[in-house]
């Protein structure tokens, strides 16, 4: 395996070979973005037209949008950088993965470098979740957010949930089906358990899960009857509100909020003007896209999203204490070696 410092230069060195052979290094992205897949394809479609734009202008933008959903991606090490100018002038991304691990923030973060851009006006579910960054360097621009498929003929007599709470009742033992797939987790949802329930509710949701699924996989089992099934899905909201669904199958918002995984950017002061339409993108361009409205977008109200609908996030405070994508992989490893433990009833 490389070595980090070859595996960056290699990054770098990816240009055509000139006469010689000799590589040259390509510019650092003004865009690196790692888009959801559900709407990753029209997401690079308005970004490649604010790309074209400038071209016409006669500047060009070095975008870099990874289309393979599970793929590695040569930039993956890029947190790892210590050059500040050696950063995309805008990083995208989902989820708590690198660009909230400690050394990055602490190197690149607290130093200033970032400077958000939330759309105006806010959405007021952003505004009532406390998605904005009180120190004004990350921008959600919207949230994966996680809730309940619930298949009510398969509860027979048992209440359906309808908060965080009641899905580590035990009378749901292995009924669960958890969003997982490889290596990936609904880290949102383990984070606000563990941050309100500790480790007993980490254990007591391990209890009652049956197993994993990527989501694509659940909207296929939830009202099945397969012997996978069960009777309530942890899923992300886009797979639940975009099927077509039995009767017998039933959309729970949690009223204590849904789970909310960051769908953010940060952006480059010293950039800012020059790349002012790509970070405008994510607040007003984002929000026009019929199938993001799933993804709570910060610039629109969430006309398309049921009135109980609600946002549960685990708070600034608290990723500004815990090095939180650390206490993210630590807990993803424990609590599936939890459930692969829980004997299903």
């Known amino acids: 395996m490389k070595a980090l410092d070859e595996l960056m230069r290699s990054v770098r060195g990816m240009a055509e070979e000139d006469a010689s052979g000799v590589t040259s290094a390509p510019p650092v992205p003004d865009l690196l973005l790692y888009a959801p897949c559900p709407v990753k394809l029209v997401v690079k479609d308005g970004i490649d037209r604010i790309a074209a734009d400038h071209a016409r ?37 989902i ?106 509710g980490l254990r007591a949701l391990a209890a009652n899960c049956k197993g994993f699924m990527h989501s694509s996989s659940m909207v296929k089992s939830a009202g099945s009857g397969d012997e996978s099934a069960g009777a309530v899905y ?31 950017f940060l952006a480059k002061k010293s950039e800012r003007e020059r790349l002012a339409d790509l970070a405008a993108f994510f607040g007003n361009g984002f929000a026009a896209i019929d199938s993001a409205a799933w993804f709570v977008p910060m610039a629109a109200p969430a006309t398309r999203l049921p009135p109980e609908a609600s946002l549960k996030w685990v708070g600034w405070d608290w990723i500004e204490d815990n090095d939180v994508t650390g206490r993210r992989d630590t807990l993803n490893v424990l609590f599936r070696d939890l459930v692969r433990k829980t004997p299903c009833a």
Not at 152 to 157: A, E, I, M, P
Not at 244 to 251: C, M
């Open 95 to 200: 989820g708590f993965g690198d660009f909230w691990r400690r050394e990055f923030v602490s190197r690149h973060v607290r130093a200033g470098i970032f400077s958000a851009a939330p759309a105006v006006p806010i959405s007021p579910l952003h505004q009532k979740a406390g998605l904005l960054d009180p120190r004004g360097s990350y921008t959600l621009y919207g949230v994966t957010p996680y809730l309940f498929l619930v298949d009510t003929r398969r509860l027979g007599d048992m209440p359906v949930p309808t908060a965080w709470e009641d899905v580590l009742h035990p009378r749901y033992k292995g009924e669960l089906i958890m969003c997982g797939d490889g290596d990936d987790m609904a880290d949102a949802v383990i984070l606000n358990i563990y941050k309100e329930f500790g480790m007993d």
């Open 57 to 93: 202008r006669g500047e060009h933008l070095t975008i870099h949008i990874p289309m393979g959903c599970t793929s590695v991606d040569p930039y993956d090490p890029i947190y790892r950088e210590q050059d500040p100018d050696l950063l995309p002038g805008i990083i995208g991304s």
């Open 234 to 264: 942890i899923i992300p909201a886009f797979f639940a509100e975009t099927v077509t669904r039995p009767a017998h199958l039933r959309v729970v918002w949690p009223r204590d909020g849904a789970a909310s995984s960051p769908l953010y």
